[in-house]
């Protein structure tokens, strides 16, 4: 049975490959984008296909739509785009996944939420300690 599936940030480097991959298992695809870090060319050769939509959207502004599942990649991941405006990258990764929680659980279905990984802690250690992520992860699971 075909899926109806949200990506945000589907047209960035991650998101436009999910787009590709999940057409290709046959599914519907809503590609979300402001195009502050993703590129049309990174999705032009999906455009043709009739199960693959493009929404030019911010998503620390609520979206309404009718999905069977989420994958919120959306957040400016490279330093250099986020430093250029950080309270723009805060309000992505906030708002944007409050948006993206409040929407799957109206709808009742799974969302999958990522991040860089400097959620982590400083990038010059390594290996990172796990503690933030597992509990951000049981946050996000209490959330649903």
Not at 3 to 19: E, Q, Y
Not at 75 to 86: E, M, V, W
Not at 95 to 123: C, F, H, W
Request: with cysteine.
């Amino acid at each position: 049975m075909r899926k109806r599936i949200l990506i945000t940030g589907g047209a960035g480097f991650i998101g436009s490959h999910l787009c590709e991959r999940l057409l290709e298992e046959g599914n519907e695809v809503i590609c979300v984008d402001n195009f502050f870090t993703g590129s049309k060319e990174n999705i032009k050769h999906l455009l043709g296909n009739p199960y693959f939509e493009v929404l030019r959207h911010d998503i620390t502004f609520p979206l309404y739509v009718e999905v069977d599942e989420i994958y919120n990649l959306a957040c400016p991941a490279s330093p250099i785009h986020y430093q250029f405006d950080p309270v723009q990258t805060t309000k992505t990764s906030v708002m944007g996944a409050i948006n993206m929680l409040g929407l799957a659980k109206r709808l009742k279905i799974r969302i999958l939420q990522a991040s860089t990984s400097e959620v982590y802690g400083d990038p010059t250690v390594h290996p990172q300690k796990r503690l933030l992520g597992q509990c951000k992860s049981n946050w996000f699971k209490g959330l649903l």
